[in-house]
């Protein structure tokens, strides 16, 4: 059973439609990133799915039944900005969440603010603190009281790149755990390095979801390089089922559909036109390159 | 869920200077305002002049037990802004901080976070009514000579009609709050209607209550619940007819006010149910 089903959502601000019928499974104990450039409906989707917004079209799920207030105490979540009293400190804020969300203990809130690094100034007001500590904050409520599902929307926000790693870890550690989180983020590298499912979404529209791993391997990329570019470019134009040919610095890359070729038999085929290669590796194509790829007009 | 909601609204205000600056502001006013009357009336009709005695004669001690229960509230009145700035503030701080949002999304229903507010107003009139109650027995202590029991409390009826005015001015205080979203804007329309504006109306229909056949003033938001505590038996006498009048018309009033305040909470429910946050 899936933590979240989304069901053909669609919602408009006056003309523009932020979302546009969406619809993708989030599976139990996955860490699920939700890609796209700004404005392409990511915090809208999260917001309609934690009642903040509501959908013009369409429904959603947790945990294969109708949403309720009882399904959000069970789920920490960021939405946007660290929404926080910013007259009161990280304890006292924490405190509200508790008595709100009824998830964690007075021991539990001494507890996430020592996982986020925030112990130390726990007891100063949240109009004191850095970006990235107000941001640690955020996800210090989020974290509170272990919720099986997180909700994260950019998560990294404001983070140094120490910051910035130790959410990584943190994320990685939880999906270990058994949690299920699901990040909005435009960090593509972010996403690759922690995810393992991916939906990505341009002005509010569905491009694609699943497996990471899936939705980057459509294509194969092989990099080929010799002495002579020019002879080897026209070769490998004759060789079978290439889809395109790039020309980089390294060389030139090549593309194939998934396993329709193989390295040994694009050597063996610039062998016979006499084109001997100094470099041919396997390109592992990247979060980013099929992003632009999906995203760009 | 009352338990749940008390102590978290309570959470938000416990450790909030502004609020309790506030709250100080009005236990300053309220005395303030009534001291300042109680010692004017006192140095007059002390006086060994003539007119002294006569004022004594024919006015009476406004704050002698039962009646200071009556004056206090109508002067208590004046400043019941004070608390609605509270009021105000405590509604938009939760959209300046997005943590409207941010309640809903922890776990609480939409009708949730508005019951908060209601507990919140509840409890700022509460808090209010115990000043003006302090005040008002204080003073009557200090001007009454010789008193009974049942003379105390002759007219603590102004104690049920001061909490239900104060909650009902503070109900349309949240209400502009969680309409305009802006704290500023907020406290100066709230402010600039029910200090100037209103007052100004008041007097115009009051003016052409003759040529409108009646005297509409008194449905306007504001005066259709300052007119439950009419002026003080004291100022009265100056306009007998008007003054009978006045408190003939009072359990109507009383009426309106409680419709309004039903009217006020339940547009705030369905307001912020329907509302994207």
């Known amino acids: ?297 | 869920m009352f338990k749940n909601i008390l102590q978290t609204e309570w959470l938000k205000v416990k450790n909030y200077t502004a609020f309790w600056l506030l709250i100080s502001v009005a236990a300053i006013s309220y005395p303030g305002i009534n001291a300042i009357v109680y010692f004017t009336y006192d140095d007059i009709t002390k006086g060994k002049t003539q007119g002294g005695a006569i004022a004594k004669m024919i006015l009476g001690n406004p704050f002698n037990f039962p009646e200071t229960f009556h004056t206090t509230a109508y002067l208590s009145s004046f400043f019941t802004f004070i608390p609605a700035i509270v009021v105000i503030m405590l509604i938009t701080n939760e959209y300046t901080f997005k943590t409207h949002r941010q309640n809903i999304i922890d776990g609480w229903q939409k009708n949730t976070f508005i019951w908060g507010k209601f507990v919140s107003v509840a409890l700022v009139t509460f808090i209010v009514s115990l000043f003006f109650m302090l005040v008002a027995i204080t003073l009557g202590i200090l001007a009454t000579k010789t008193y009974t029991l049942a003379g105390i409390f002759g007219q603590s009826k102004y104690i049920l009609l001061f909490s239900l005015q104060v909650f009902y001015q503070l109900s349309i205080a949240f209400l502009i709050g969680l309409l305009i979203r802006k704290a500023f804007i907020a406290y100066g329309i709230f402010i600039f209607y029910s200090l100037i504006v209103e007052n100004i109306m008041v007097a115009f229909f009051k003016l052409k209550a003759v040529k409108f056949g009646q005297d509409f003033g008194r449905l306007l938001p504001m005066e259709i619940s300052d007119r439950m505590i009419p002026v003080p038996a004291f100022l009265g006498k100056f306009d007998e007819a008007g003054y009978k009048a006045a408190n003939a018309a009072v359990n109507t009033h009383v009426l309106y006010t409680i419709i309004l305040t039903f009217l006020i909470w339940f547009l705030s429910f369905t307001l912020f149910k329907k509302r994207d946050l």
Not at chain 1, 48 to 77: A, C, M, N
Not at chain 1, 174 to 185: D, F, P
């Open chain 1, 1 to 297: 059973m899936a933590v979240l089903e989304i069901k053909n959502i669609a919602k408009s601000y006056g003309k523009i439609k932020a979302l546009d019928g969406v619809s993708f499974d989030v599976p139990p104990g996955s860490v699920f990133g939700i890609l796209g450039p700004n404005g392409s409906g990511k915090t809208t989707l999260l917001s309609i799915i934690l009642d903040v917004l509501q959908s013009d079209e369409g429904s959603y799920t947790w945990f294969g039944q109708e949403p309720s207030h009882l399904h959000r105490k069970k789920i920490g979540s960021l939405l946007e900005t660290p929404n926080v009293y910013h007259y009161l400190t990280a304890v006292q804020n924490l405190r509200i969440t508790q008595s709100v969300s009824g998830r964690g203990s007075e021991e539990e809130i001494d507890e996430v603010l020592k996982k986020v690094n925030l112990y130390e100034r726990r007891n100063s007001r949240f109009t004191t603190y850095s970006l990235g500590m107000k941001q640690r904050l955020a996800i210090a409520g989020a974290l509170l009281g272990r919720p099986s599902v997180l909700v994260l929307d950019e998560p990294t926000n404001g983070l140094d790149p120490v910051g910035i790693a130790e959410i990584r870890e943190l994320i990685k550690e939880l999906a270990t755990q058994g949690h299920t989180v699901i990040m909005a983020s435009h960090l593509l590298d972010e996403v690759e390095k922690v995810c393992d499912h991916v939906a990505i979404l341009k002005k509010g529209k569905l491009l694609t979801h699943g497996r990471v791993d899936d939705v980057l391997s459509d294509e194969e990329c092989f990099l080929v390089c010799s002495e002579h570019i020019p002879a080897l470019r026209s070769a490998m134009n004759q060789f079978p089922d290439v889809l395109r040919i790039v020309d980089t610095p390294d060389g030139i890359e090549c593309y194939f559909h998934k396993s329709t070729t193989s390295p040994w038999r694009i050597n063996d085929f610039c062998f016979e036109k006499g084109i001997v290669l100094s470099q041919l590796y396997t390109k592992k194509k990247r979060l980013e390159e099929k992003f632009f790829e999906l995203t760009n007009d």
